[in-house]
């Protein structure tokens, strides 16, 4: 089953469903090359720790989807790596939202990759294993549960119960 959903601005979404799409309130910066992107949410949740996503969801295909990321706004360490995210690539992802921040992010700019953070760490994170993968998070002022559908531009980050339409 494809978790790729149709693109639509977020300021036009936001417009036509004030009632059905929420704002994710974070200052997100966007690190790969692709700017615009939606899908279907997988969510994982750990701080400065990357082993368990590594081998869950980047490993995972990720049928045009989308990792929302919930490093609980750490930017000691880096959640996200220009290997990790051609892994993402190979996989299928469209996109990963990141609470948190990312590393090599040079590279990160040519990677045809939707990816949004609050910023950067030449840190890489641990790989003790710790945290949970498809969990609600909850950060930017909104509740995000596995299966909820993203929309990212450079206006914003918006997530709705379902995929929405013009």
Known sequence: MSHSVTFHP?????????????????????????????GKIRTAVMVEDTKLVQEELFSAKGDGGVIVLDGGGSVRTALLGDRMAE????NGWAG???????????????????????????????KAGTGAIDVPVAFGSVL??????????????IVTDQPLNL
């Open 10 to 38: 977020t300021c036009d979404l936001n417009d036509a469903h004030p009632d059905k799409v929420r704002l994710v309130q974070l200052p997100f910066r966007d690190f790969g090359r692709r700017r615009a992107f939606a």
């Open 87 to 90: 892994r993402l690539i190979n």
């Open 96 to 126: 990963i939202v990141i609470n948190g921040a990312v590393r090599d992010a040079q590279m990160l700019a040519g990677l045809d990759l939707g990816i949004k953070a609050l910023g950067t760490s030449p840190v890489r994170s641990a």
């Open 144 to 157: 995000i549960e596995p299966g909820m559908f993203i929309y990212c531009d450079a206006d914003g980050v």
